[in-house]
């Protein structure tokens, strides 16, 4: 494993860190072992309280340095780190791959993420506009600016071990805050990794050590945050349950979050479709990361008068999946992420078949040569009904629900009858269908697609979802003001004071 020696990740290690500073924490050891062939990659050490308190007070320190670099200098920084990222695409790439088990294609398209949002953001930061009004009063300017908020922590899922960090870290940055990342507990040695990428950047350029702060650990350490009013801003992906959780504590405090939580994607695959169009869109939408994306295609919901044919193509495509090792570009579809998540898959088999639910492709373990880290599993297509209580539940795996429509409004009915409001598409030619879909009365989640999947989103565009994917908003488009404070400003350049709304106050003769 060349890429793992390339990137610095050693057997053991802390993974706690101030930026180019390792802290050897003093916490439990977090052991990773790939999904994809069940060897321990490497640990690291949890951080217990004093690691996180010296991490935090390194990263207020940084802050009142930082915020004071021009943000077009801050924007350089990370445009280094785009180039650092693009040199190391191939080995990150592999990580992710590994620790995580998506196939290698999705292992460089994430690290590809993380290099559009530092350009994205490398732009940004000579954009972080406020607008100019007229005051109502002669002599006086009003207008606002945005300010940094301080220390932004970020609570990334398993799914996206790299990406999702990025998108949130690129911007906060430029904005002019600090960072403290915990990553999920299954991939901490892909943090580690970007860790020390990032290290090589900032160490160059002077970086105030606390910029980047590392933490690991699992829910006691994104309790730690969640609770922490020294963080204005927690951004957290993972579990509806977790960030139930999450927004109460930080609500409690009135912090801010950004939340990006489950989804329950459904495809509306209309009577007008291109079903050659659809097929590709659809079936990565649902095997892609083996159905762990937030963003996967869970559901599909058929115009009754193409049903049979789009159910034959999907039959065929299913059979073409290849299933195994996700380094081997041959494979499709690798492992999911541990034997929990094969668990839960099964449950969600059965739970599906007991409520009448009848599989067309059916699940199971894969057994056998390549396959012995037993997290490998077949991914399958299910016939329903809308109300299915499996149907309403986000299961972060391989299984596609399939059902019939007859009217459009039923089929944006079933789309929207669910709790998540993440990620939507219909497949037509028709341009009043397209139109219905994404107006007032159509699609409630946060991204609608015309002929394209669920999945897949560019890193321009706000990311994030309606319901309980938790409404907050991701990467491009204006998500960067989530990570600022803004500040009315109103000046008076001339000899009187006169008062808002015409209000008269005067002091005798003065
Ligand atoms: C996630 O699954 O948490 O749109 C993020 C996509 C990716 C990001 C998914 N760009 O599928």
Redo the contacts with the bound molecule.
């Keep these: 494993m060349q890429f793992l020696h390339e990137l610095g990740i050693e057997k053991l290690q802390s993974g706690n860190s101030t930026g180019s500073v390792f802290i050897p924490g003093k916490g439990r050891e977090l052991i990773s072992s790939s999904p994809v062939d069940g060897t321990v990659i490497g640990s690291v050490t949890e951080a217990d309280e004093s690691t996180y308190e010296t991490i935090i007070a390194q990263a207020q320190s940084a802050f009142l340095q930082w915020r004071n670099w021009p943000a077009p200098r801050r924007g350089e920084i990370v445009r280094q780190i785009g180039d650092a990222l693009r040199a190391h695409k191939d080995q990150l790439g592999r990580l992710v791959s590994y620790e995580m088990g998506k196939s290698l294609q999705e292992g460089w398209g994430e690290v590809q ?1 993380m290099i559009d949002i530092c350009d994205f953001a490398v732009g940004l930061s000579r954009q972080l506009y406020g607008l100019t009004m007229h005051s109502e009063r002669p002599t006086h300017r009003m207008y606002e600016q945005w300010h940094p908020l301080g220390i932004v922590g970020i609570i990334s ?1 398993f ?2 071990p790299v ?2 960090w990025s998108w949130n870290s690129a911007l906060a940055w430029v904005c002019g805050n600090v960072t403290i990342w915990k990553p999920s507990e299954k991939t901490p040695l892909c943090s580690v990794a970007v860790q020390k990428i990032v290290a090589t950047v900032f160490e160059k350029n002077g970086v105030p050590e606390g910029v980047n702060c590392l933490v690991q650990g699992g829910r006691e350490v994104g309790e730690r945050i969640s609770h922490d009013t020294r963080i204005p801003l927690v951004s957290a ?1 993972g579990s509806t349950r977790m960030g139930k959780e999450l927004a109460a504590a930080v609500g409690a405090r009135l912090g801010k979050t950004i939340l ?1 939580l489950g989804g329950n994607n459904a495809v509306i695959i209309s009577q007008h479709a291109d079903l050659s169009m659809a097929l590709i869109g659809c079936v990565f939408g649902a095997v892609g ?1 083996a159905g762990q ?4 295609t869970r559901r599909l919901i058929i115009h009754e008068s193409v049903y049979e044919q789009f159910k034959n193509k999907l039959i065929s495509a299913y059979q073409q999946i290849k299933i195994g090792d996700p380094l081997d570009a041959a494979n499709h579809v690798g492992p999911l992420i541990d034997r929990q998540a094969v668990e839960q898959y099964l449950s969600a088999i059965e739970q599906c078949k007991a409520s009448g639910g009848k599989f067309i492709v059916e699940g199971k373990v894969l057994e056998g040569t390549g396959y012995e880290s037993g997290c490998y599993v077949q991914p399958c297509v299910a016939e329903v009904t809308p109300d299915m209580p499996i149907v309403q539940h986000e299961t972060f795996a391989p299984i596609l629900y399939i059902m019939k429509y007859r009217e459009l409004e039923e089929a944006i009915a079933i789309q929207n009858a669910v709790p998540q409001g993440l ?1 939507s598409a219909i497949i037509t030619l028709h341009l009043r269908e397209a139109e219905t879909f994404l107006g007032v009365n159509g699609s409630d989640c946060g991204i609608a697609n015309v002929n394209i999947g669920t ?5 321009g565009g706000a ?1 994030g979802g309606e319901k309980e994917t938790g409404g907050g908003r991701e990467s491009g488009s204006d998500s960067w003001k989530a990570y600022m404070r803004r500040q009315t400003n109103t000046i008076n350049w001339g000899s009187q004071l006169p008062l808002a709304q015409g209000i008269q106050f005067s002091l005798g003769d003065e």
């Design positions: 993420e899922a799914n996206f990406a999702v992906t990006e990361t994306r937030c963003t996967s990620s999945s897949g989103a560019e890193i990311f």
